[in-house]
């Protein structure tokens, strides 16, 4: 039985939610044009915005299997689309000529069978399952270079590939599929083109909020609140790099491992490794004032 | 077919390549055998003709459209055109009234110095190959861009355009089939021995492949650098042309991108396109403040897989040193080369006395001139290799005391 996609708008948010993504509209409404029209989805954003956990919510919400690709550079066709099993095709070799088998065309037919052949995200991604297509995360795009960008045009256009030995694997269904990016570079107008675009930005001081109830419920109201005052008041300053909502939980539940009830300035001094990364932006914070930032929250 | 037919096309042709067509010999003979073919009755069709023989790229359409207005403007077409004609041009451009369209400058440069006499072709012929002879190019090569004549700076940005370009390469991860060194090739190996019936197991070899690293070019368009700001927009337009990641910021007051109208392949279009871009050209300059905005805005986006960045400037900031110091090192660390090019440094004595400079100095792998054709050579030339010694920012340092 397979899951049906959302009738609407509303309807995606609301099943989004359910998974405890907290979708705003714009968003909700690409995702829900994606499924509609079978496009792929571009989503790129700053490091933890939450690009990576739309996918996994997605595979939840519609329950299909998640199928990840994390890209790196240097990312080829044998460990983006498949592999044989050279040993084992050694082996099967070796074996015949003990056996004294002199069929070459069986041999050769049986080495390049699906027994000795390893799929891959992009190839699994292909095949028909049971629940339904899945969803396909190809991840940090931006991290590969433009031959395998290339490479994956032809695929998200045909959603097929094929394999010399074995023949053209083509889609029946062909899968949902969400692309991110952190844009260490430019992805190439050609790929974009295909896709559905997205630039998924910081959540506003609501969403924010309802982001840290649904996967940070441990911390009570009254700190939430003030996490989120700070983590917006702190995005508003000049820093080389802003806290992202991963930070923002992280720090979270740093401060309920302290047992912390509310927000003074030692302890957001003394934390704030959680929520900035760079030297430059730590020594800028501590040197200004956090208990001015602190009560400016409190009357906001 | 009549001689002085095959005569002017050569001549067209001939006008083409000066301004800047890729043109070989035998494109005058497919042109010459397409009229004769095709036999056109129209202006229209002969143009087409030629068209269809000639231009080969559609950046280079409009460059044709034009050197065809020119070229056969005065003649009404087939008549004369077998008739009497030496292969003279117009005196003037077709309207001066009109904006001049991207590369007319060029065609207008490759046409009009025959214009200036009526001689016959075989003179002609001299003068065209005499246009940039050798020693004409080695007085060009050391003049300073400052001192440059409307006419060189012509020249020196087609000595630009045929500039060998930097050949450096990094290994990339990614790998390729290779015949010799490296590690075996699973895949290949046991696909070679199978073709052959896998009685001998013949192995292949795969090794990293290669690849430019991307290069950043930070351009200063300030007051100071006015003159040699544009022949370095050229040079890096020449630059964007061959390689496939090269990003141009220009920053005076403000930084601005201009990687997309560097992009367009005719040099005269994409200089024009910068120049509407900026707002701020032959300003003041804050150059800490334009790396703040680069190091917050871009060094994320465009300084991946080990970014070569270019930096062009005089180094003379007055406002916040403490600022352009961070910056400074900001970028230094996350390029993976430096090279600060500084027009300033054609002088013999220079010393870097100016407190910008100073600042700046500790904090690059690589110092160097950018006055000439030679500097720039020079520059191409240190690209591809690892810096070397005379280089060394430090020496300047010292120098200075």
């Known amino acids: 039985m397979i899951r049906a996609v959302p009738a609407s708008i509303d309807d995606t948010q609301t099943q989004l939610s359910q998974t405890g993504y907290v979708a705003d509209r714009a968003l909700a409404t690409v995702v829900y044009l994606a499924l509609k029209m079978g496009r792929p989805l571009l989503l790129e954003g700053e490091a933890g915005v939450g690009k990576t956990e739309i996918a996994k919510s997605l595979a939840t919400m519609l329950g299909r299997k998640l199928i990840r690709m994390q890209c790196y550079e240097g990312l080829d066709v044998a460990s983006a689309v498949y592999e044989w099993n050279y040993a084992g095709q050694m082996m099967a070799i070796r074996l015949a000529e003990v056996e004294g088998s002199t069929d070459r065309a069986r041999l050769e037919s049986d080495l390049f069978s699906s027994r000795f052949l390893i799929k891959r995200p992009l190839l699994q991604a292909l095949e028909p399952d049971t629940q339904g297509p899945p969803v396909l995360l190809i991840d940090e795009l931006d991290r590969t270079d433009e031959a395998f960008e290339a490479f994956l045009l032809e695929i998200l256009s045909d959603y097929q590939v094929s394999v010399p030995e074995f023949g053209t694997v083509k889609a029946e269904h062909p899968p949902i599929v969400i692309v991110t990016s952190n844009r260490t570079r430019e992805i190439h107008d050609a790929l974009k083109r295909r896709c559905l675009y997205h630039w998924v930005d910081y959540p506003d001081a609501e969403r924010e909020l309802a982001i840290l109830k649904a996967k940070a419920p441990q911390a009570p109201e009254a700190l939430t609140r003030q996490i989120v005052g700070f983590v917006q008041a702190l995005r508003k300053q000049d820093l080389f790099k802003v806290p992202g909502v991963a930070e923002a939980l992280d720090w979270a539940s740093a401060l309920v491992e302290l047992d912390a009830v509310a927000l003074d300035p030692k302890l957001v001094s003394d934390t704030l490794g959680v929520l900035l990364k760079y030297q430059d932006d730590i020594q800028k914070m501590q040197g200004s004032d956090i208990a001015k930032m602190l009560s400016e929250i409190g009357k906001g | ?401």
């Open chain 2, 1 to 401: 077919m009549s001689g002085r037919l095959a005569d002017n096309i050569t001549y067209f042709a001939r006008a083409l390549r000066e301004a800047g067509m890729r043109l070989g010999p035998g494109s005058v003979l497919d042109a010459v055998a397409a009229l004769d073919v095709a036999a056109p009755q129209t202006k229209t069709d002969f143009y087409w003709v030629l068209h269809t023989v000639f231009v080969k790229k559609h950046e280079d359409s409009g460059l044709f459209e034009q050197a065809f207005a020119i070229f056969f403007r005065r003649r009404a077409f087939i008549d004369k055109l077998i008739a009497t004609m030496s292969p003279r041009a117009p005196s003037k451009p077709d309207d001066p009234d009109r904006k001049p369209e991207a590369g007319a400058l060029r065609v207008a440069e490759a046409l009009l110095p025959k214009a200036k006499n009526d001689e016959p072709p075989e003179e002609e012929k001299q003068e065209l190959s005499a246009r940039l002879t050798i020693s004409d190019r080695e007085i060009l090569q050391s003049r300073d861009f400052a001192q440059m004549t409307a006419a060189e700076i012509l020249k020196a940005k087609q000595l630009i355009d045929r500039m060998v370009l930097p050949d450096d390469r990094v290994r990339a991860r990614r790998f390729v089939p290779v015949n010799k060194g490296g590690v075996i090739d699973p895949r290949r190996t046991l696909r070679n021995s199978l073709r052959a019936g896998g009685a001998v197991i013949d192995l292949a070899f795969r090794d990293h492949s290669q690849r430019h690293p991307p290069i950043v070019a930070l351009c200063d368009i300030s007051g100071s650098m006015a003159e040699y700001a544009p022949l370095f927009l050229h040079f890096l337009h020449a630059l964007t042309d061959k390689r496939r990641r090269v990003e141009t910021f220009l920053f005076g007051t403000r930084l601005t991108n201009v990687t997309r109208s560097l992009r367009k392949r005719d040099p005269d279009e994409a200089l024009a396109l910068c120049g509407a871009q900026v707002e701020d050209w032959s300003g003041g300059t804050r150059i800490g403040a334009s790396l703040h905005r680069f190091n917050r805005d871009w060094s994320r986006r465009v300084l991946g897989q080990g970014a070569v960045v270019l930096l062009f400037t005089d180094g003379l900031e007055r406002d916040d040193l403490d600022s352009l110091k961070a910056e400074m090192g900001r970028l230094h660390r996350s390029s993976r080369r430096l090279v600060w090019v500084n027009p300033l440094l054609r002088f013999g004595g220079f010393e870097a006395k100016a407190q910008g400079i100073r600042t700046m100095l500790p904090l690059v792998d690589d110092f160097r001139p950018i006055h000439s054709l030679a500097a720039m050579a020079d520059l191409v030339k240190a690209l591809s290799e690892e810096p070397s010694r005379r280089h060394d920012p430090k020496t300047w340092l010292k120098l200075a005391g």
